[in-house]
């Protein structure tokens, strides 16, 4: 279960996705999200659905790859699913026992919410699993420099989302070792009501804690051992450069929010 | 109670690019009351294994017999395993999570369920058998330990379940020598103490010849050669193209007998080499 948070992970390969600058990677990918949100109607989301659809095919990453990322948040799901179907106030298709309706406008809301997030996640999935956590953090540095007017660290933020990123499998193999740790010590995780189960996790949260500290300090002596002194005067190995495949990339996102912003306004 | 490991396979990340098999087809017997050393470099399977033993990862065929029980059998439970098998892993102080050594260590008998009576017994049991002093440390924090007491203690969290079978994966990784030394010195102690089957992953070759019955040498996920130490490290040019070594003491020897075949061979300790080498000199005059 643990393994099977695919947010943040990446799949190698070496497709037309792959090989995008990780720049407009992130931009399409936050257009992508808003145009989610914009969009309104059955046009716009089966146009949204299809286009991830194709991205992931070109991107050669498995769907069942993707899928296994939308698991953990399957309850997340199911439970906006459930809150809008029942919450939302209209035109009343069912009644149910102690008053609960669903209304059509509910059925709506609660459909479409629920592809929003599964295309949301997917789409998300999709940044990660096909950039390197490193060009995604490069990336995001050189899209916030212009931020440096008003003094925002975009270098430091950089670094820090790099490491975070870095350390998301480690603390996870961490906290897997120290889970079988205790399971071989006959800690029992699964059984027992929510108390109990909270209660179970202490012989985790401690020593991974304990864990990430070392580990922090560790790795903030490896970096001062070798000079390390914040973002000034820093050169790149890989300069990230746009080439024609990046802009033909960009012109069919706009073209695609186009469609969005049409269906919304104009049908 | 003996261990009987039938064709064993696992594979890691099953139908990803990044899927290995980490274990391919192993089988191997241990005795009751052996002493067994499992060797092989990283990456060979050995972790992999241990887990198998403990019932932390189940195989994707094959079957592990533990004194009668199959473990892999879906509808053992998981509890009864870890009563029977305890599992010491790499740097157990990282696990180390309570306010007090003596609740740390109790931690374990705990969860099989026993009495406040019965875990406190256990507790002092197995902190003497670590060599620590109960009355000195049990209000302590274990955080405020050295690391080689750390390490004691959470290898006595693993001891006070009274398992049959105890398995200690690189007990000594990160110590000092004297640290080192009293490690395995414990290792001999709980084994001859309470007669269980003792299985000892180690990278030291010398400590492997000195306290083993038995060896089981793993390479590549296959059990590469098995038997007592003098017939595993008997077959030197094996070892080396797998990338181990021979003890020391063993290497002298093989040395010394390709110079001079009167010079035998299978001698893993100091002092047999000696008298050996005595033997020779003497015979020579």
Redesign the interface.
């Given at each position: 279960m643990i393994r099977d948070i695919t947010l943040g992970q990446y799949?190698?390969g070496d497709s037309l996705i792959h090989r995008l600058d990780p720049r407009i990677k992130i931009i399409t990918t936050i257009a992508y999200i808003a145009a989610l949100f914009i969009a309104d109607g059955f046009i716009g989301l089966a146009t949204s659905a299809a286009v991830i659809f194709i991205v992931t095919a070109v991107s050669r990453v498995p769907l069942s790859?993707i899928m296994r990322g939308l698991k953990p948040i399957f309850f997340i799901i199911i439970f906006t699913f459930i809150i809008n179907l029942f919450m939302i106030p209209g035109e009343t298709l069912i009644s149910l026992f102690w008053g609960l309706t669903i209304t059509k406008e509910g059925l709506r809301t609660a459909v479409f919410m629920a592809v929003r997030l599964v295309l949301l996640i997917i789409g998300s999935s999709l940044l990660t699993l096909t950039t390197k956590p490193i060009s995604l953090t490069d990336g995001i540095e050189s899209l916030l420099k212009p931020l440096k007017v008003i003094k925002v660290p975009a270098h430091e933020l950089a670094m820090m989302m790099t490491i975070a990123l870095r350390f998301i499998p480690t603390l996870l193999e961490e906290t897997d070792?120290?889970m079988?740790?205790?399971?071989?010590?006959?800690?029992?995780f699964e059984s027992g009501n929510i108390f109990h189960r909270a209660k179970s996790l202490?012989?985790i949260?401690?020593?991974l804690f304990?864990?990430a500290f070392r580990i922090a300090q560790e790795l903030a002596m490896a970096m001062e051992a070798r000079c390390y002194h914040g973002g000034d005067n820093r050169t790149r190995m890989n300069a990230m450069k746009m080439r024609a495949g990046d802009f033909v990339f960009m012109v069919l996102t706009l073209a695609f929010i186009g469609i969005i912003i049409c269906e919304r306004y104009f049908i | 109670m003996g261990i009987i490991v039938k064709n064993i396979t696992h594979i890691y990340s099953e139908g990803?690019?990044?899927e290995t098999t980490a274990l391919d087809n192993v089988s191997f017997e241990i005795n009751d009351g052996e002493f067994v050393g499992i060797i092989g470099h990283t990456g060979s399977g050995k972790s992999t294994l241990l887990?198998h033993l403990?019932g932390?990862l189940k195989p994707k065929s094959g079957s592990i017999i533990v004194g009668g029980t199959d473990i892999t059998d879906p509808a053992c439970k998981?509890?009864d395993i870890?009563?029977k098998i305890?599992?010491?892993?790499q740097y157990?102080e990282?696990?180390?999570?309570e306010e007090t050594v003596a609740r740390d260590v109790a931690?374990?008998p705990k969860?099989?369920g026993l009495t406040e009576e019965e875990t406190e017994m256990r507790v002092k049991e197995a902190l003497g058998l670590v060599g620590l002093s109960y009355d000195e440390l049990k209000d302590k924090s274990p955080?405020e330990l050295s690391g080689g007491q750390k390490r004691r203690v959470a290898i006595a969290?693993?001891v006070a379940?009274k398992p049959e079978v105890l398995i200690l994966d690189e007990p000594t990784a990160g110590l000092d020598p004297k640290a080192h030394r009293d490690i395995l010195d414990m290792a001999e102690e709980i084994h001859e103490h309470e007669g269980n089957i003792t299985i000892l992953v180690s990278h030291n070759m010398a400590d492997i010849a000195r306290l083993c019955d038995r060896v089981i040498v793993m390479d590549k996920g296959h059990v590469a050669l098995a038997g007592t130490p003098k017939e595993v490290f008997s077959d030197e040019k094996r070892l080396t193209d797998i990338g181990l070594s021979l003890p020391p003491v063993s290497y002298l020897m093989h040395r010394l007998n390709e110079r001079n075949a009167d010079i035998k061979a299978d001698i893993m300790d100091i002092d047999a080499a000696c008298r050996e080498i005595q033997r020779f000199l003497g015979e020579k005059g």
């Open positions: 799949y190698p790859f070792k120290i079988k740790a205790q399971q071989a010590r006959g800690a029992d202490i012989p949260l401690v020593p304990i864990s | 990803l690019p990044h887990q403990n932390l998981l509890r870890r009563r305890g599992l010491v892993f157990p990282y696990q180390l999570f931690f374990g969860n099989l955080f969290g693993v379940m």
